[in-house]
Every structure is written in structure tokens, then in C-alpha cells.
């Protein structure tokens, strides 16, 4: 499903803050997959999204989702492919648009809009069956502005967005890291149900290795724009957070396993 | 708020409600802009109807500022045409324009309209066929012209600074170019857009012409004294279009003192309160001109001044 | 104030209520700051003056002043798309440019339109008085514009531009194009802007050069205005959003009608923008203030209450 061959991505080429993100990172990931990635900061985990996504375009290699080639695909145009819910619980859905107006703008990814009306009265019922079935409760605040939406429930709304519309794989870049241990286990739990019942392929930063650990069926360890550690599970059955970070020191080069990463 | 905005209204209501139609003559006169010389010719105007009232009494005078602001014009002929003066007073082309849109029947006098056939105001100056006529500001271009002659007598390239953004210049050049060739003179035309290119369009003329014309355009008479040293430095005499300018450092002028106009404007209005009607009243022109001269900045020029010329003036600046 | 002089506030009202709506899709909607208007609205007056004066049907002509407007928003919201240059600065480009294609357009600063049928003559035959007929044919179109923008705003395709407005990033994750947005968004505003440029004219029965001078300013001042009087509730929906543009735009022309007769209070003419500026200031701020003095005294009323509950 995803095929990343030999990615290499430099920021400030040349300039005062040049950065390496990536450095020849390829990977396969088949359909159906539930890939974990950690990693410390700057490892390249958001780039890795960022090149799926369409956000960042790599200098070399290519990245080929469901057989297409991608690689200098805008984003836009590859977002019928790829759905995405990213960290910042703001940033998957717009402000003032309502709750039902945002889902109207996701049912439409990757399809053609015409001049209908959007969120009309089936949209609606659609959207609140929906909710409702995914254990969301925003069915009664279809109307509301998404700017009234706490964190973890504006969350969820991005995950039934992504979800909303088919993709082939959906990227989800720390997205519970910004909320409270209980919404972020609620929001987790909405991310594993909703994966199992789409059969999706998904790729999950995180920066905590429990969840690394407990999700998914495959982790990825990046550090310094590389792939260090690949550990389906079909192989590591096993696999603990004390063993994680073994790991993860040995290979690491001395960079720090903040508590965060450790604990959370 | 509601009951706030409601007390508000009527209240806004009420007050207004006591400049409704106006039984007794009133003149309603409204400037496009504030300008020293559309100042005067307001000046002008209401001494004139003060001094020399029509038979029927001195009427009411409401003045309105439109603040340069094309939509405020709009409202202010609208208010005046509500009110039902006895006479409409405009002074410049936007608010002759505007007036004139808003009313058919009630008459209307202009001031300071240089081009009012252009402007589709009268439909000829001897028989203006309407409800406006009015006094045009348009400059005595052969007698200002003529001056340049005299006192330049090998002149004949003329270069002329002005703004193509501005009716009453646009209006100006052209009768110049078709005049220029009867006179001997060919004409340089330095466009500016606005008061900070004066310098520079001056600067442009420099070696391509013998003399600079300056006519009344309100963008470069703003900027004059920019003009004025690019004189001084290329020994290049500037004539202006109006006779303030003199003081401010042209060389000479023909010109008609704007507060005149005002007068002969006011004139106009009291012979139609007395009720004459303004299609058949021909549009004026200001007869009454002067002649200044400024000896001293045309020295700096480069120019001396013939002496015939400078005993005819009615002013003598720098002396 | 007469009859005349408030319904002729009215008719510019609607008049510049269109462009208030064209600045609003800009500002508001995508959140394009553009101030091509100032511009594009004398483009509108210009094109349509030069065509009616050389012969061309008014209402064939009005459409063609809409088309220029379109032109002049592509340019602007191309600059900013394609060559990356600041939207407030794309805007302002456009805007000089224009003056000088303004002129070329009509050959010279300024075009009467008086004695040449335009868009109004239809009404005006009617039988009906003109200061009456035109505000009411006014009215109807702006009804018509305002309802066919809503339908617009409300489509899928309205929706994912207000969405690049909103939120670009979150629109490009769902396939907008959000530069085609921008060029569609932009386009539409200086649309409406020079349909409104082009009824002014027409209305005034001349174009000039410099009739565009302003437009931005009082644009906003009537979003703002219409904005500040929509209650809470009503202010996310985009068919109340609308028409208070226009709403706000009449208030504004009220508040100079109101402006213009306070010379009996000792003002002179020269303090009109002053005195508009502070009118507009206490239909704003007033309420504003008035609120909150509310609040206040509620507050301080529940902190007197409490303690005796307590003690």
C-alpha cells in the first residue's frame, strides 16, 4: 500500500539551519497495517508524515501510495488517498464552521463539489447516526461552532472526519498528545475502532512508547532522519516499554528518552 | 440595545426633522472639497448676495462640504433637492454633476466649472437649455499665452505640467494643444499623478523646452515651489495659470481672482431668485483679468522681464 | 430630514451595500485583506460610462463592468498565488495600476452620463417618482445578489471556500485547491465591488477618476457596522452575515445624512467626517459600554448578596 523508496528531505539547504530530516529512508507498509512511530525530537517522524501527506516534498527517491506515484503530487490532490488528523486539536477543523458544515467539507475530500447544499437535513441525519454509532456525543451540537468544542471532542470530530470519506491511508500525527490522559485515551480507543472497522492503514506518531507499545501491529523507531528500529509484532510478540528503550539508548547515539516518552 | 437604538433613531429623526421644505428662499450651496480658491469663490458668492441682495430680500444660505468624497456629493444634492431651495449652488464639476442628476426642475448655478459642455451640464453656452447654468472657471488661455509671447519673444516649445487625473486640466491642455500651432508655440506635455512628482516631471522638461505653463491644476499648484527651483537651477522661466501663484514664485500670470468669480456667480444667483431662468441665462466666463508679474523670480530664471509688460501689471510681486 | 434626502440615503446605501458585501467575501470570508477595491470600483463606473456614452445598452454594459471587476480580481489573487506576493500588497498593486487603466479606459478623469439612458431610465418611466422607483429597483437586486451569494456560500463549493478562508491547511487535507479559492474569492468581491461601481454611476449620472477613493474604508466601516448590530446568536449564520453587510452600509449613510444637519448646533461643514466618525463610534461603542456597565452592576450586586448568604 505505501512504498517509500530512498526519501532523502533537507530543509535550509545550504543556509545556517540546514537539517538533514530525512536521510535515505525507505519502507513498505502493507495494506491494512497499523504502523507505530517514535522516536525523539527532530528524528524525522512529522517529515515521514509530512512526505505521505504531500506537505513536503522530498529531494529524492519516491513515494508511491496504492500503486500511484505521489512523490510531487500536491497535497490537495492526494488528499482522496490520504487522511489525516494532526496534533493540534485546532487545526483539523475550522473555527467557525459548524460541527456539520466541517463533516460537509470532509465528505467531499477527494471527491468532486458541486453547487448542492451542503449539510442539508439527510447530511444531517447521516452525520448524527454516524456520531451517535461511533460513540461521539456531538449529535446534538451539530449546529455549534467547532471553536466551542473542548479539545478531545474536537479531536474526535477530526477523527470521524478522517474517516468520513474512503482514504487508503490515514496519518495521525500525535493527535492525542495535546489532551488530558482520560480524552486521550477516549480518543486512542475511537482511533482503534475506527481503524479495525475500516480496515485502514495507518501510521501513528507518538511520542509515547506505551502507546507505541499497546497500539498497532508494527513500530517504527526513526532517530536522526533514519529508520534505526523495525518491530512488527508478527516478530516481537513480546515487545515492553523497558525494552523499547533499551533499545532506544543502545541505537540512539545518547539522545535523551524524555519521561514523556518513557512513562506516558 | 435594542430600545437604545430605537431611541436613537427617533431621536436622529426628530432633530432632522426640522430642516424640511423651507418655505422662504433659500440658496443651498455645496463645494466638492475644501481649496483656497473653491473658499473664495463661496466668499464671493454670499458677500455678493449680502451686499446686493435680489428684490425679494437676502435669502438663507445652507452651505454642505463634500469633503472630496463622490457618495457624500450624492447625499448632499439628494438632502438639497428634499429641501426644495429656491436655488442650487455648485461649486465645481463633481458636485454640478451630482446636483444636476438629482433635479430637473429646480435651478441650478454652477461655479467653477471649467468645462461645462464637456461636462454635460448646458447644452450650449449661449443657451444652456436646462435648469443649470452657471460661471466657468476656465483660464483666459490666449490672453496667458499671449504673455508668454511677449515676454519671451524667441519662445516656442512650451512644456506643461499637470495632472490627467484632473477634469479641469484635461480640459485646459486640450484647448492649449489646439491653440499652441496659431501661436508659433509647440507643446511638451509632463503628466503627474500626484504632488510628489512634481520635481521630477519639472526636471523632465529641462533642455526640451524654452518656457513651463503651469495651468490651474489643483496637484501641481500644491507642489509649485518644487517647480520654482527646478527653474532656478536650469535658468528655465515657469508661467502659472493663476495669479497666487505670482507671490509663490512664477514668473508672470493673466489671471481672474477666484473671489471675483464667487461674485459674478453671486450676480448670476440673484437674477435667477429674482426669476430669470437658466436655460436661457448664457454661461459667463470671468472677464475681469489681471496681470502680475514677478520680476525678481524671473531674474533668478533667467529671465528679464520686458518692460512694457511689467508696467502693465496690476502687481508688481517682490517689490 | 426630507423624504428624498432618506431615501437617497438608502439608494447609496444599497448601491455601496454591494460592495460592502464584495469587501466582506474578501476580508471576512477568505481572509484576503484587498484593497484592489478602491480600484476596481471606479473600473466598474468607467467601463460601464465609456460603453453607455459610445452607444452600448446599459445593462450589456453593467454586465461588462462586472466582467472588468473579475479581471482586476484574478490579477490581484494571481500576484498573491502564483508569484507569492503579500495579499495587502497584490492588492495595492492592482489598485495603482488601475487608476492608469481607469483613465485609458474613459479617455479623460471624468464621464457625464447625464442625458444618456442608463440601467434607472427603466424605472424612472414607470410613473412612479424617480427618488422612489430607483431605491425600490434597488432594493430588489440587491435582494436578488445577496440570496444568489448566500445559495453560493451554502453549496459544497461555497462551503470549501469558506473553509480556505477558515482553516487553509485543514481545507488542503480535504483536496481544496485552496489558490483556485483565492482567485475564485477575490474575483467575486472586485465582481460585486464593480457592479456597484457601475449602478453609482449610473445613478449619479457621471464616472470619475477618483470615484473608488475610499471604498475600502467605508466597506469595512459597514461590515463592522452590520456586524455590531447582528445579535449574538444570529452572527455564525451566513444569510444573517449578508444582510447586515448591507444593513450596515444604509446605517453608515444614515449617520452622514444625520451628520449633514447638525450645522445648526454650530459645526461647519468642513467637521462632517469628524462628526461621522464619533456618530459611528457611539452606535458602536454605546451598546458595547452600555453592556457592560450591565454586567458590572450585576456582578456587583451577586458579590453584595453573597456574604449575607454566607454569614
Not at chain 1, 456539520?100 to 458541486?114: C, M, Y
Not at chain 1, 517504527?220 to 523499547?244: A, Q
Amino acid at each position: 500500500m505505501i512504498e517509500i523508496d530512498h526519501i532523502s528531505v533537507t530543509f535550509d539547504r545550504g543556509g545556517p539551519l540546514e537539517k538533514h530530516a530525512l536521510n535515505d529512508v525507505s519502507l513498505r507498509i502493507d495494506e491494512g497495517e497499523f504502523v507505530t512511530v517514535i522516536g525523539s525530537n527532530g528524528a524525522g517522524k512529522s517529515t515521514l508524515l509530512g512526505v505521505l501527506a504531500g506537505d513536503v516534498t522530498p529531494e529524492c527517491g519516491t513515494v508511491r501510495i496504492d500503486g500511484s506515484d505521489v512523490t510531487r503530487r500536491q497535497a490537495a490532490d492526494r488528499a482522496g488517498l490520504v487522511a489525516r488528523v494532526f496534533q493540534d486539536p485546532r487545526a483539523g477543523s475550522c473555527d467557525q464552521l459548524s460541527v456539520a458544515e466541517n463533516l460537509a467539507v470532509a465528505q467531499r475530500r477527494g471527491g468532486r463539489r458541486g453547487f448542492s447544499l451542503a449539510a442539508g437535513r439527510d447530511d444531517r441525519k447521516e452525520y448524527a447516526a454516524l456520531l451517535d454509532d461511533l460513540g461521539v456525543d456531538l449529535a446534538r451540537r451539530l449546529d455549534q461552532p467547532a471553536a466551542g468544542l473542548s479539545g478531545g471532542q474536537r479531536q474526535a470530530l477530526a477523527l470521524v472526519m478522517a474517516t468520513l470519506s474512503p482514504s487508503r491511508i490515514l496519518l495521525l500525527d500525535e493527535h492525542t498528545a495535546a489532551l488530558d490522559p482520560v480524552m486521550a485515551a477516549n480518543v486512542l480507543a475511537l482511533t482503534e475502532r475506527v481503524v479495525r472497522e475500516r480496515r485502514l492503514t495507518a501510521l501513528m506518531v507518538t511520542h509515547s512508547m506505551r502507546q507505541a507499545v499497546d497500539t498497532g501491529d508494527r513500530v517504527l523507531m526513526l532517530h536522526g532522519g533514519r529508520i534505526i528500529h523495525d518491530l512488527p509484532r508478527s516478530k516481537h510478540p513480546d515487545l515492553t516499554v523497558e525494552h523499547l528503550l533499551e533499545l532506544f539508548e543502545r541505537r540512539g547515539g545518547g539522545a535523551a528518552v524524555t519521561d514523556a516518552m518513557a512513562l506516558g | 440595545m435594542r430600545p437604545f437604538t430605537a431611541a436613537f433613531v427617533a431621536a436622529a429623526l426628530a432633530v432632522t426633522a426640522g430642516t424640511a421644505a423651507r418655505a422662504e428662499q433659500t440658496v443651498a450651496i455645496a463645494s466638492i472639497v475644501e481649496h483656497p480658491a473653491l473658499d473664495a469663490v463661496y466668499k464671493g458668492i454670499t458677500d455678493q448676495l449680502k451686499e446686493a441682495p435680489p428684490k425679494s430680500g437676502a435669502p438663507k444660505i445652507e452651505f454642505s462640504n463634500a469633503q472630496g468624497n463622490q457618495a457624500t456629493a450624492a447625499q448632499i444634492a439628494r438632502k438639497y433637492v428634499g429641501e426644495n431651495p429656491a436655488v442650487m449652488v455648485a461649486i465645481a464639476t463633481p458636485i454640478a454633476q451630482s446636483m444636476a442628476s438629482a433635479t430637473k426642475d429646480i435651478p441650478i448655478v454652477f461655479a467653477a466649472v471649467t468645462d461645462p459642455i464637456a461636462a454635460k451640464l448646458v447644452q450650449s453656452d449661449e443657451k444652456p437649455g436646462g435648469n443649470v447654468t452657471g460661471v466657468s472657471d476656465l483660464s483666459p488661455l490666449d490672453k496667458q499665452f499671449e504673455l508668454i509671447h511677449r515676454a519671451m519673444p524667441k519662445a516656442k516649445r512650451i512644456g506643461i505640467v499637470y495632472n490627467p487625473g484632473e477634469t479641469n486640466s484635461v480640459a485646459l491642455v486640450d484647448r492649449i494643444k489646439k491653440m499652441a500651432p496659431k501661436m508659433g508655440f509647440t507643446i511638451s506635455e509632463a503628466p503627474v499623478a500626484k504632488s510628489s512628482d512634481v520635481i521630477q516631471a519639472g526636471r523632465t522638461l529641462v533642455g526640451k523646452v524654452d518656457a513651463i505653463y503651469v495651468p490651474t491644476d489643483n496637484t501641481v499648484v500644491s507642489a509649485f515651489e518644487g517647480l520654482v527651483k527646478v527653474g532656478e537651477d536650469a535658468k528655465l522661466p515657469v508661467f502659472a495659470g493663476d495669479t497666487d501663484t505670482v507671490k509663490r514664485g512664477a514668473v508672470a500670470a493673466v489671471g481672474f481672482d477666484y473671489y471675483a468669480l464667487g461674485r459674478q456667480a453671486g450676480r448670476m444667483v440673484a437674477r435667477v431668485l429674482d426669476g430669470a431662468k437658466p436655460a436661457t441665462i448664457p454661461v459667463e466666463t470671468v472677464q475681469e483679468t489681471q496681470l502680475y508679474v514677478n520680476p525678481g523670480s524671473a531674474e533668478k530664471m533667467g529671465l528679464k522681464l520686458p518692460k512694457e509688460v511689467v508696467a502693465e501689471a496690476k502687481e508688481v510681486v517682490g517689490k | 430630514m426630507s423624504v428624498i434626502a432618506l431615501l437617497g440615503a438608502v439608494e447609496i446605501g444599497l448601491i455601496f451595500g454591494l460592495a460592502s458585501l464584495g469587501v466582506w467575501i474578501t476580508f471576512r470570508v477568505l481572509d484576503f485583506p484587498d484593497l484592489t477595491v478602491d480600484g476596481s470600483f471606479a473600473t466598474g463606473g468607467a467601463v460601464a460610462a465609456t460603453l453607455i456614452t459610445g452607444g452600448l445598452d446599459p445593462f450589456a454594459a453593467t454586465v461588462i463592468a462586472v466582467a472588468a471587476g473579475v479581471l482586476a480580481g484574478i490579477v490581484t489573487a494571481w500576484m498573491n498565488t502564483r508569484f507569492g506576493i503579500l495579499h495587502l500588497l497584490a492588492g495595492i498593486l492592482t489598485m495603482i495600476a488601475l487608476y492608469s487603466v481607469n483613465l485609458r479606459i474613459m479617455g479623460r478623469p471624468n464621464v457625464p452620463l447625464l442625458g444618456e439612458s442608463t440601467v434607472f431610465s427603466l424605472v424612472d418611466d414607470i410613473g412612479v417618482p424617480a427618488f422612489w422607483a430607483e431605491p425600490a429597483a434597488l432594493l430588489v437586486l440587491t435582494v436578488l445578489v445577496t440570496a444568489a451569494l448566500n445559495r453560493y456560500l451554502l453549496s459544497e463549493t461555497g462551503l470549501a471556500l469558506r473553509a480556505a478562508g477558515a482553516n487553509p491547511r485543514m481545507a488542503r487535507a480535504n483536496g481544496i485547491r485552496t489558490e483556485r479559492c483565492i482567485i475564485i474569492g477575490v474575483a467575486l468581491g472586485n465582481a460585486l465591488v464593480a457592479l456597484a461601481g457601475a449602478l453609482f454611476a449610473q445613478s449619479q449620472q457621471s464616472a470619475d477618476v477618483s470615484m473608488g477613493i475610499g471604498t475600502i474604508v467605508v466597506g469595512l466601516a459597514s461590515v463592522i457596522i452590520g456586524e455590531t448590530l447582528v445579535p449574538g446568536p444570529l452572527r455564525r449564520s451566513i444569510v444573517a452575515a449578508t444582510a447586515a453587510c448591507v444593513v450596515g452600509s444604509i446605517v453608515y449613510r444614515l449617520v452622514v445624512n444625520f451628520a449633514l444637519n447638525l450645522d445648526f448646533i454650530g459645526l461647519r461643514a468642513s467637521d462632517l467626517n469628524l462628526v461621522t466618525a464619533l456618530l459611528v463610534l457611539a452606535a458602536l461603542g454605546l451598546p458595547t459600554y452600555r453592556r457592560r456597565r450591565a454586567a458590572r452592576a450585576a456582578a456587583a450586586a451577586a458579590a453584595a448578596a453573597a456574604p449575607r448568604a454566607a454569614a
